[in-house]
């Protein structure tokens, strides 16, 4: 059995009203289309990093040294799961931003020292351990 971790004041406080519900329609809505070849291949890629994590292979060095830095992150709830929130740096599509929020989280390393996204790897700097404010985070990108 793995052992508990304490993750206090990571979870970004929301409003869980209109913009929430918009959200979750919108993820709805997506979920009755069929999938398009790109996220197909983005599922494929993401099953074998899981593979390769659960396997104690993964990520690699070189995966790593090219994934975006998140600092000074927390995690959010949003509909379509638990995402991360912060500061990116070296982001393919974004480059470097203050504030940025990932796709949804399906692992993350040992000590926190990276997360496996929907879409990429992310080397993980220090977290935020202070309360946030609310923050609207569909305004993030």
Not at 5 to 13: F, Q, Y
Not at 115 to 126: D, K, V
């Amino acid at each position: 059995m793995s052992e508990a971790i304490n993750l206090p004041l990571l979870l970004v406080e929301l409003d869980l009203g209109p913009g929430f519900a918009a959200g979750l329609a919108a993820t709805i809505d997506a979920l009755l289309q069929p999938p398009s070849a790109s996220d197909v291949e983005r599922m494929r890629q993401l099953l074998r990093d899981l593979e390769a994590i659960r396997n104690g292979d993964g990520p690699s060095s070189a995966q790593l040294a090219t994934a975006p830095l998140l600092s000074d992150w927390c995690l959010a709830l949003a509909p379509d799961g638990l995402r991360l929130v912060g500061e990116v740096t070296g982001h393919p599509l974004l480059g470097t931003r203050t504030r940025v929020r990932t796709s949804p989280v399906y692992a993350v390393g040992p000590e926190f020292s990276f997360a496996r996204t929907l879409s990429r790897f992310y080397r993980l700097g220090p977290m935020n351990s202070a309360p946030m404010a609310k923050m609207d985070i569909k305004r993030l990108h």
